[in-house]
């Protein structure tokens, strides 16, 4: 973490070699070996003396000193300076994304530390930059992997959230529309090209990559017009009848994305109206989907089946100066070869940002028993009750009903095949009548005729109008009862370890 590639002249590693580079890979490479837990590691602590020194590390210095060096060696391929090629490149991004996501997962001093400030920043812009780069490389798939797990384990907190709203200044060039918005716009926008633009080895990772999305939501206070966009054009895409057919878990990715509108129009309605436009000008989409027809052939044959990516959408979207479009593997390159991910309901758990009502009940319960007993007895009795606190197995199951009011279709551990499975009428049922339409459903019911009286009345034409009357709106009183927030925490478990050894070595 103390190495600094960069130096003090330009141009300074044309001049003399730099040792310290391979000893500093090597010496990465070797304490990624020795924090491997191994495979016959039990549930108490760990045998490994150097995961636990790891997880004994405390002190703010020692934080930041790793932060900071991380940081600055994941930036240093990306820098740009006046004088083409004067700083030596470094490229041992991968062991530092396994080195940093090995310190946030078993040292959770740490992973509080990067999420306290805007110092996490610094991380997520270059691994976004690293996954905008190797969407269509399939020989760089483990990567891709690695930098979505990431993203997962931070989403699950809730400065995480907070801290993406900081206005984001293009500091590193990428192949992404040029916007003008926060760090949460251009997570947007890069998740979109992923799931649009990328290979189709990289589609296990939606459900991440939505989850994270719904993680995020509830603290996004403004997003941009063009995030926006994207993220409407995901509901669009994700929501056609030959998707949603095509295969038994696409329905899932429609209740994500949802789900993640519902939390911004519950929680963060008044600084969103530019997605609140959108959704009204897209308001077509929502009522198709709520109007699915359950007869298959009507279904899709209602809609030719169309890519996911916009047409025209290079001539649309203006990629930023300076960036380069992503490039496939060259010829003969070897094709990472890494065992299937576990499902991202074995990836996360449910973990309410309120406490529940059975919860506060206990908890009362508790009290009162305390109270009639020993003040000892107590502690032991009490549920957690604080915001983020862990759900016990029984209690994770009632919150994911609480969420969304009925119980959630749930994902299939059996894999199916085109060959081996075929929608039917009761298959669309059983998750239609499920769908998290209400909020979306109750909002335009309110906005659409409004719009639409005042573009007739004062004869509007340009949408500036139309954004500041929403802007200036409200619908307090007018939604339904907002709902529990629901976050997915990552949970540790033997398959990411096995992928994790796998993609090590």
């Known amino acids: 973490c103390g190495y600094d ?3 003090v002249l330009p141009y300074n590693h044309l001049l003399w070699a730099d040792s310290k ?31 636990n020194y790891l997880s ?88 891709m992997h690695i930098g979505v797990f990431i993203l997962l384990l931070l989403s699950g907190e809730r400065n995480f959230g907070v801290r993406l709203n900081k206005p984001y200044t293009a500091t590193v060039p990428m192949d992404i529309p040029v916007f003008s918005g926060s760090h949460a716009d251009l997570l947007i926008i890069v998740f979109h090209k992923i799931i649009t633009t990328g290979h189709q080895r990289l589609q296990p990772l939606f459900d ?12 996004l206070k403004s997003m941009s017009m063009t995030a926006a966009c994207k993220l409407i054009h995901l509901v669009e895409a994700f929501s056609t009848p030959w998707f949603l057919m095509s295969n038994q878990t ?14 911004i129009i519950q929680y963060q309605f008044d600084g969103n109206y530019n997605l609140v436009y959108t959704m009204i000008r897209k308001r077509t989409v929502f009522h198709q989907l709520a109007n699915l027809p359950t007869d298959i052939n009507k279904a899709v044959n209602k809609k030719i089946k169309k890519p996911l990516s916009r047409q025209n959408s290079n001539n649309a979207d203006q990629s930023m100066e300076g960036s380069y479009p992503a490039k496939t593997a060259e010829p003969g390159t070897l094709e990472t070869s890494l065992i299937k991910l576990p499902r991202i309901e074995r990836l996360t758990e449910g973990v309410s940002a309120h406490p529940s009502q059975k919860q506060l009940d206990r908890l009362t ?22 915001p983020g606190a862990e759900l016990n197995q029984s209690e994770e199951k009632e919150e994911t009903r609480d969420a969304f009011g009925k119980s959630r279709v749930k994902r299939s551990d059996s894999n199916y095949t085109a060959e081996g499975w075929r929608p039917t009428p009761e298959w669309i049922r059983s998750w239609k009548n499920q769908l998290p339409l ?28 139309i954004l500041r009357f929403l802007q200036n709106g409200t619908l307090v009183g007018l939604l339904p009862v907002p709902h529990p ?10 398959g990411t370890a096995m992928w994790f050894r796998t993609y090590m070595w």
């Open 208 to 219: 991440c990559l939505l989850t994270i999305l719904c993680n995020i939501s509830p603290y």
């Open 438 to 465: 209400q909020t979306v459903m109750r909002m335009l019911q309110v906005l659409v005729p409004q719009v639409e009286k005042m573009c007739i009345d004062k004869g509007l034409t340009d949408e500036s109008e």
């Open 485 to 494: 927030i629901l976050i997915r925490r990552y949970q540790a478990n033997p």
């Open 250 to 263: 696409n329905h899932n990715l429609v209740f994500f994305l949802l789900e993640m509108l519902n939390n």
């Open 56 to 143: 004994r590390i405390h002190r703010e210095e020692d934080f930041e000193f790793m932060l900071s060096g991380i940081t600055r060696l994941l930036m240093n391929p990306l820098v740009q300076t006046y004088l083409p090629g004067s700083q030596r490149k470094v490229n041992f991004h991968q062991e530092l994304l396994i080195l940093f996501w090995k310190l946030c997962e078993h040292n959770r001093k740490f992973m509080f530390h990067v999420l306290k400030s805007s110092n996490v920043l610094e991380v997520i812009v270059p691994i976004l930059h690293y996954l905008i780069d190797s969407r269509a490389d399939h020989s760089k798939v483990g990567l």
């Open 5 to 7: 590639p960069a130096g």
């Open 21 to 51: 580079e391979n000893l500093v890979e090597l010496a990465l490479q070797v304490l990624i070996v020795t924090l491997d837990e191994g495979a016959n590691q039990s549930d108490g602590p760990s045998d490994n003396l150097f995961l």
């Open 365 to 386: 319960q508790a009290m009162d028993s305390s109270s009639m007993e020993s003040r000892n007895s107590f502690s032991s009795e009490v549920f957690p009750v604080q």
